[in-house]
């Protein structure tokens, strides 16, 4: 399959933002910094499409993007960048209110067809 376009779509704060549609959906999930946004952008080859940064927490809302690709089976689709768990340089108000927020939009969206976890390799 390739990519043949990929734009950013949408930065949701709560459920009732979430995107409604009849695209399939692959959400990143995984800790602060350990490579979501990058590995979207890798996948959809567009440098600089999802914000990425040293510091983690720069993903602080949920963050649609719609790619589409020359696949007849899955012309489009949305890849879903979701705010990282666990240590982020951000208030712990804020960051309290990103695990409800991914719950809402794992447990709550309809099109939901693959949840891609990432997990840190380095040992500490």
Do not use: H
Not at 24 to 52: D, M, W
Not at 66 to 85: E, H, I, K, M, N
């Amino acid at each position: 399959m390739r990519i043949l376009t990929a734009e950013f779509i949408r930065s949701c704060a709560g459920p009732e933002q979430f995107l409604k549609g009849d695209l399939p959906e692959v959400a990143f999930i995984g800790r602060s910094n350990v490579g979501k946004s990058s590995l979207i952008n890798s996948l959809l080859q567009r440098k600089g499409l999802a914000k990425v940064s040293r510091t983690p927490g720069k993903t602080r809302l949920v963050n649609f993007f719609r790619a589409t690709s020359d696949d007849p089976g899955l012309a489009q689709f949305l890849v879903v960048d979701l705010p990282g768990y666990g240590y982020a340089k951000v208030s712990k108000a804020l960051r309290s209110q990103w695990a409800p927020l991914i719950e809402q939009y794992l447990s709550g969206s309809e099109q939901l067809r693959a949840v891609v976890v990432l997990v840190e390799s380095r040992v500490l």
